[in-house]
């Protein structure tokens, strides 16, 4: 039986790769081709590729830690640098939509009437439902802290209660804004401050489904007994990540919402 | 505060008065003898010899798991639990060569130039 001689991983070869790669070729013609012949077949073909290969490759990665026991501690210090240097840069695709929301918002053109929120915009006020929202995602921080605690205190019954909030939590901010998104008196097609805010919180509201469906696969894997007290590197990512997204909501909440208004 | 030798439990425990200290140890120099076993009045169980107890929520897998996964069969990890792997692997490729086909043929056919009106 060979060994190796060495605590990194030297993953099996995996098809998953090839077939994202395809998915993502898949995804773009098919947008082209939905523009202009008015066909989803290859776009829809994409997407069921991309769910396809993400459900297999973590699957398999999960496997490959849990159940064979490759994450040593340098291999886990790898996903770590990795986890950072993605949500790192996540965090300069957000700097970008901020920029372009004080670029036009800094110096508001004769166009928009010479003011911010341009004339003829009657923004969201920032105390209603925006601030619910606030308080909504700081509670889950709250919880998802909780939650880590129990796991690594190996207080199973409490980290199961306190993940399933958290989850809650992260649906109900997606309900309100989805509401929010209906009622607003304006629309995406609304001039710069249209695009600025519809941009913005959409990419954002769309990393919190992210963020809630990677806390989803935390808690079914807890309840799995896949994470130990000392080794939940899979939670810690989805924490970290859960963070993030909270921070960006208070970034977009006191320029977007508040100063914004 | 002072330190006695409790008569109960064999232990060091504390005395109040130097008196209390002193009467109940003795003035004779004795060797500190090891302390009687402590006896719970229910013997204390292993977990697994409990029949009864509620798993929260489903129980402990993750060692059969290991097992299946862990078998030195040669197969690669995204095969390694046999039939399953295999037709959702099949599909998944499956899906990928047609695609990638049925995308070429698309964009083959939208670059073809349209007569104009």
Redesign the interface.
């Known amino acids: 039986m060979a060994h190796q001689a060495h605590a990194y991983h030297m993953v099996d070869p995996s098809p998953w790769p090839l077939t994202g790669a395809i998915a993502a070729l898949l995804m773009t013609s098919g947008l082209a081709i939905w523009f202009h012949f008015h066909s989803t077949v290859l776009m829809t073909l994409g997407l069921i590729l991309l769910l396809l290969t993400m459900y297999q490759w973590w699957r398999d990665i999960i496997r490959e830690g849990t159940f064979q026991g490759h994450h040593t501690p340098p291999v886990q210090k790898g996903l770590r640098y990795g986890m950072i240097l993605f949500i790192t840069s996540e965090v300069f695709f957000f700097l970008g939509f901020f920029w372009a929301f004080y670029h036009s918002s800094l110096a508001p053109t004769p166009e928009l009437g010479g003011c911010w929120p341009p004339t003829g915009i009657t923004p969201l006020d920032p105390f209603e439902v925006p601030l619910l929202n606030t308080a909504v995602l700081l509670a889950s921080g709250v919880t998802v802290t909780w939650a880590h605690h129990s796991i690594m205190e190996g207080e199973r019954k409490q980290a199961i209660q306190s993940l399933t909030l958290t989850i809650l939590l992260g649906l109900y901010f997606t309900a309100l804004q989805a509401t929010e998104y209906y009622e607003a008196p304006f629309t995406i097609a609304d001039g710069v401050y249209g695009s600025t805010f519809f941009v913005a919180t959409g990419f954002h509201g769309l990393h919190v489904i992210i963020g809630s469906t990677f806390l989803a696969v935390c808690l079914l894997r807890q309840v799995q007994y896949h994470f130990t007290s000392e080794h939940h590197f899979g939670f810690e990512a989805a924490a970290w990540y859960w963070h993030f997204v909270d921070v960006v909501w208070l970034f977009l909440y006191v320029s977007i919402y508040w100063w914004g208004s | 505060m002072y330190y006695k030798v409790s008569g109960v439990t064999g232990k060091l425990t504390g005395a109040t008065s130097f008196f209390g200290a002193v009467m109940s140890a003795g003035l004779k120099a004795t060797v500190p003898s090891q302390a009687p076993a402590m006896i719970f009045a229910v013997p204390t169980k292993v977990v697994s010899e409990t029949g009864s107890v509620a798993h ?3 129980i ?3 060692p059969e ?2 097992k ?3 078998k ?1 069969d040669g197969a ?3 095969l ?1 639990r046999g039939v399953m792997d295999k037709m ?2 099949r ?3 499956g ?2 060569i047609g ?2 086909l ?2 070429l043929m ?2 083959y056919i ?1 670059a073809q130039p349209r007569k104009p009106q």
């Open positions: 929260y929520m489903g402990n897998k993750v798991l290991q299946i996964f862990q030195t690669p990890v995204h390694k959702l692997y599909t998944t490729m899906l990928t695609g990638t049925y995308c698309a964009l939208a």
